[in-house]
């Protein structure tokens, strides 16, 4: 039987009207679970097959059976994006309208009579993000119990963009300060296309993993079909690409409805404008976060619409914003992580009987090895698994202030049992704790009512929650608008003086006047190109690509779907070991007469780790290839003395001084100095992890030169 007949009779209406014949095999499998059971469920499955509807439709018809839906908010839908909401909004208000349910977008951009007129009457469902949750308990505590009381359902899409992420911990803990409010314990449908560690993410979910389930669809009759381009980087172009790509590009998208993605900003407008420069009329539209969003949005609209224009992008079209079917999905040198990958590609192959297609361009060797990697890993079906820290003072000192606001002053005899129970610091000691609250009282964050226990804000927590970015427990810019005519074009970080060239949504503009301290540049069209420049975002490489690499090399995979030229250059890092037969705990040691290279494929924290060995005991010759996690020496440098690396006093001194002055996340300057070492030692370093591995590993030298 089609679990249909178990949707409410309206709910079957709905899906009759749209002329649905059939539910996806995703929607099959999660209805009765959410009808039948009482359970937390993780849906996994793949972009664009109705996970959304999924949840929605049984929901709809559990709540229909009970009219407070009209006098209280039953649903809670988190999301990490605004557009997702606003495009959310109107695929679950096609479901709602001839129920009557009531469904507010709520977040930093809806209009506040919107906002206004949900309070007046809280009810049905509300879309919001983890930062105005906090706002709206910063601002509204009085609230709170009134409009959270009836959530029956929490749904969180795509709820990996939040696990182990500074986002998912703050709304990990809003989470739980939110359900003291509850009436009854509201049951959460966490959403995704791409997840590994699942016992994590049940546990992220709720601390009873049995209690959590997963409902997952492997079903998919659409066929991925990948291939690799390699060409060289041009040193003396004026552009950041190479023309041969620039070139391939065109021929590709001449009849494909395409979305293209790159790895920065200043990528994406480069190549958008000079493929629009070749082409000589504009095709091709640039979205990133600097681009305003009234501009964004407009070029979602118009690429839905118009099948003939390409859309280049960073990551801001990487979760599901709907810009109907695309045709081709392109990257621009290799994506950060698995899951990356996996969500740009699953944004092509929505038609019926469309398959997948996806091109990689590479221009550096590092690259292309670092994309074929990927892909095949891809194909095995592996993604990043979350990882999750427990040494969380950042948030917490953040957290505190809130809370603190929240009760309108808290005991700390209340206050602290509260973040002991808080699943994002229930492994905080109190020692830790108490040594916090007492940096806070003391730099004035917090204050003690005449002596007593009872803690309220100081004159420096007042300052820090009453500036509009407290909301956000990640970093918020505040770089340059930039304004033509009245129209806001978008952000840029570096001050521009008059008859400067600015390079934004995909146009040359220069700069007529500057408002310094309001921090506006006003410009005008222009004809002339330099290239773009933008402060990078920082990406860490995955440490599960890192680590494959060296079973890609071992096993000599020379995949058919990278060019020619690309295959010539795969072979040469597969050269050192076509005639060894390499155990798992052996690694290739790449000599020449002047310097070596140790492949050793380690993550980030691991090669931190034997970087700050290093400069704590002023060892010289050898350096940190952060790009494939590979060790680059001379001769004068002895690889045995890696296989001594452990943390030492001398380290600890080293820390401690960078942490002093350096900041590594929004609220981390503000942190005694202690806790931000145990911050930093966790999130940054691997000395037991590294120092385990050296101890195993063995070298095997291959005198040659790696002419790459």
Sequence with gaps: MSSIKLLSEKMQERISEFGWNELTDIQEKTIPLVINSNKHLIIESETASGKTEAVFLPILSLIENNNDYRTQVKVLYISPLKALINDQFKRVYKLTEEMNVRITKWHGDVNSNIKKNFLDNPSGILQITPESIEAFMINRPERIKEVFRGVEYIIIDEIHSFIGKDRGYHLQSLLYRLSKYYDKTPRI?????????????????????????????????????????????????????????????????????????????????????????????????????????????????????????CVISTSTLELGIDIGSVDLVIQIDSTFSVSSLKQRIGRTGRRINQDRISQIYTEEPESLLLSATTVELMKQGKVEKPTITQKNYDYLFQQILSIVVENNGIRIERLIPEINNNPVFNKIDNHSIVTLLKDMLSNNFLSSLDSSSELVLGFNGEKIVHNKNF??????????????????????????????????????????????????????????????????????????????IFNFLKNRVVPSYINEYGIDIIKKYEKPYSNINLKNNQRIIVSSSKNKCCQLFLGDKELRSIDLYLLANDIKGCVCDYTLGQLLYDNSFNIDIIKRVEYSKLIDKLILDIVSKNSFSKYFSYLPVDLKREIYLERFCAFEDISEFMRKVDFVIYNNNLNV
């Design 189 to 309: 449908f966490g959403l995704s296309a791409t997840l590994d560690g699942i016992e994590l993410i049940k546990k992220w979910i709720c601390d009873n993993i049995g209690n959590v389930e997963l409902v997952s669809s492997t079903i998919s009759d659409k066929k991925t079909y990948y291939s690799i381009m390699h060409f060289d980087k041009l040193e003396d172009s004026n552009d950041n690409i190479n023309p041969m790509i620039i070139e391939d590009i065109l021929k590709l998208t001449e009849n494909n409805k395409t979305l293209i993605f790159c790895n920065s900003r200043e990528k994406v407008e480069s190549l958008t404008y000079n493929l629009n420069k070749r082409l000589g009329y504009k095709k091709f539209y640039a979205h990133h976060s600097y681009i305003d969003k009234s501009l964004r949005e407009e070029i979602e609209n118009l690429v839905r619409e118009d099948e003939s224009i």
């Design 471 to 548: 909301y956000a427990m990640f970093d918020t810019e505040e770089p340059y608008e930039v304004i033509y005519d009245t129209k806001k074009i978008g952000l840029y970080d570096e001050f521009k003086n008059k008859g400067q060239i600015v390079i934004l949504s995909g146009r040359s503009w220069i700069v007529v006047s500057t408002i310094a301290e309001n921090k506006k540049i006003y410009v005008e069209p222009f004809n002339e190109y330099v290239l773009p420049k933008f402060q990078p975002s920082i990406s860490e490489r995955s440490e599960l690509v890192r680590n494959e």
